[in-house]
């Protein structure tokens, strides 16, 4: 069965601090992976997604994923937060039925 | 683009009446939707998958009576709750995807709150 662990609950940084929210999978075939991000009472915002090819991908807002597969992790990254990045942040797996890590919600300091 | 769009996007109702919720794929043809459900704090929960013609497959746990979806074109998957109960407040958010192995668009969810 596909699942999808996010470690971390809760993470603190600085606004310019670089910035790694952890994701690890389990799946049976190829996973897709997704990231996605939900400000308070909002909907979901699709920041990148990974199917197949280049295991670095790049999304919106400056963020970047990469897929290990050796390690089943697709870890999201961002060089340098905005005070504008604090949100809840989700990993998925899965191609259509896709299924959610518990999110980690990220707080940046002034 | 894949724009999914959910109607309405906040609901309050009296306890013991019935709500629906509305996903729909506004420029492309949705062969499957999906239903979650997020409580305050808490991550997603795939409620329930809709094949358009056909009975939705419903996840472990879900109550297929409380929670009627049905999917009758390949644009509309409606969620209707029955008899809703304060326990059924939840943010109910919906994705539709072209078929099976195809990217899912999400809507922007909505409020569901029982008094």
């Known amino acids: 069965a596909q699942s999808v662990t996010q470690p971390d609950i809760h993470i603190t940084v600085s606004e310019g601090a670089s910035l790694e929210l952890r994701c690890n999978y389990s799946?049976?075939?190829?996973?897709?992976l997704f990231w996605y991000v939900q400000s308070p009472g909002q909907g979901l915002q699709l920041l990148l997604k990974?199917?197949?090819?280049?295991?670095l991908v790049q999304g919106i807002k400056g963020f970047e994923a990469e897929f290990k597969r050796s390690q089943s992790s697709f870890n999201l990254r961002k060089p340098s937060v905005h005070w504008s990045d604090a949100a809840e942040y989700f990993c998925?797996?899965?191609?259509?039925?896709?299924?959610f890590g518990a999110g980690t919600r990220l707080t940046v300091k002034p | 683009g894949a724009v999914v769009s959910q109607h309405p996007s906040r609901v309050i109702c009296k306890s013991g009446t019935s709500v629906k919720i509305e996903c729909r794929s506004l420029?492309?043809?949705?062969?499957?939707m999906f239903w979650y459900r997020q409580f305050p704090k808490q991550s997603l929960m795939l409620m329930a998958t809709?094949?358009?013609?056909?009975?939705?497959?419903?996840e472990q746990g879900v109550e297929k009576d409380k929670f009627l979806i049905n999917h009758a074109s390949l644009t509309l998957s409606t969620l209707t709750v029955t008899s809703a109960h304060p326990e059924d407040s939840s943010f109910y958010i919906c994705?539709?995807?072209?078929?099976?192995?195809?990217?899912?668009?999400f809507g922007q969810g909505t409020r569901l709150t029982v008094v």
């Open positions: 990974y199917f197949s090819g280049d295991t």
């Open positions: 420029d492309f043809q949705a062969t499957t």
């Open positions: 998925a797996v899965g191609a259509n039925d896709m299924r």
């Open positions: 799946y049976g075939a190829t996973p897709y």
């Open positions: 994705s539709a995807s072209r078929g099976r192995g195809t990217e899912a668009f």
């Open positions: 809709s094949n358009e013609g056909s009975k939705a497959t419903y």
